[in-house]
């Protein structure tokens, strides 16, 4: 028995012995084949990285990047270049576009006559008496009809028929109630500013959520604090859109009513340039328009982005 005993001892641990060194060969290759897992993993990251990376860059490219410094002027210096350049090269008649150093030149001799800033002066006194009674205006019947009913039904759709007739064609009318004098070519210039600012601001009156008015109803805020907290934020994006329009819809005013007997102006001016065939004094006046109209849209976007500094769009 004990020699049994012993032989199968013997044979056990020889099994043992056996299946030991039949698992270690594998053991081996599984922490060989972890460790080539292992080595090849910081590739796959960077695989990876790299293909995200290349995704931020896609979107990166839908955005239109960073505001190029004085970027509204390349326009307007791309033009002056290439009507010199024609100019220069007897492209154009100089009878009927005068070429860029003769306008200067007919800007320069109206200045030191006294004329242009006598003209320039009395244009501005209209745009700016105009503009602010038709900006006054549009404010306060935007806001009546935007934040009641009543007040909508009894504005808003007077203000749309006013807007389909056109404001030029009121001229005739005017005349006959308020005379030929300065009156009426205020209150032109006034209708001209106030229908884009009433449009625009009753829009964005309109397209508050709904949700803010019920916060504010649940927070318990007054008419007032109701007005200065959601209204006027939710409006000033399209109240500004609409000033735009208005600032330059007081200058394209200006320049028909200025020659509805007018003795002074920028558009006298240019109408009496036309009587005497005067092209170059013609784009003096137009020039200054366009300066004028490029300088106000530049300061309302500037109060703008101010004003409106707390949103994130593409413009900012």
Do not use: C
Not at 54 to 72: C, D, E, H, T
Not at 183 to 200: D, G, M, R, S
Not at 291 to 302: K, T
Request: no cysteine; glycine share 10%; proline share 4%.
């Amino acid at each position: 028995m004990s020699a049994v005993t012993t032989s199968a001892t013997a044979a056990g641990d020889a099994a043992t012995d056996a299946e030991a060194s039949d698992a270690t060969p594998v053991e081996g290759a599984d922490a060989t084949a972890t460790e080539a897992a292992t080595d090849a993993a910081p590739v796959d990251r960077t695989a990876v990285g790299a293909v995200e990376g290349n995704a931020q860059v896609r979107r990166r490219r839908l955005s239109p990047g960073k505001r190029l410094p004085a970027a509204r002027l390349v326009g307007p210096v791309l033009f002056l270049a290439l009507w010199a350049a024609a100019s220069a090269a007897e492209q154009l008649d100089p009878a009927a576009i005068p070429a860029p150093w003769t306008v200067l030149e007919a800007g320069v001799r109206l200045w030191t006559a006294g004329t242009l800033p006598t003209d320039i002066l009395t244009s501005l006194q209209r745009a700016g008496s105009g503009f602010a009674i038709g900006l006054t205006a549009g404010i306060v019947l935007a806001l009546v009809s935007g934040l009641s009913r009543t007040g909508e039904a009894l504005i808003d759709g007077t203000v749309q028929l006013n807007r389909a007739i056109p404001t030029l064609g009121l001229i005739p009318l005017f005349i006959l109630w308020l005379g030929i004098g300065e009156t009426f070519k205020i209150a032109i210039i006034a209708i001209v500013v106030y229908i884009p600012i009433y449009l625009n601001t009753h829009a964005a009156l309109a397209g508050i959520d709904s949700r803010f008015v019920e916060l504010a109803e649940v927070q318990g805020l007054s008419r007032f604090q109701f007005v200065r907290q959601i209204v006027i934020p939710g409006a000033l994006p399209g109240f500004f859109v609409g000033l735009r329009l208005g600032v330059t819809g007081s200058w394209l005013g200006l320049v028909v009513l200025e020659q509805i007997n007018a003795t002074n102006g920028l558009g006298y001016m240019m109408f009496q340039a036309t009587n005497y065939g005067q092209s170059d004094v013609i784009l003096v006046g137009l020039v200054v328009y366009g300066i004028f109209g490029l300088v106000s849209d530049s300061a309302v976007r500037l109060i703008e982005r101010r004003v409106l500094s707390w949103r994130r769009t593409l413009s900012g």
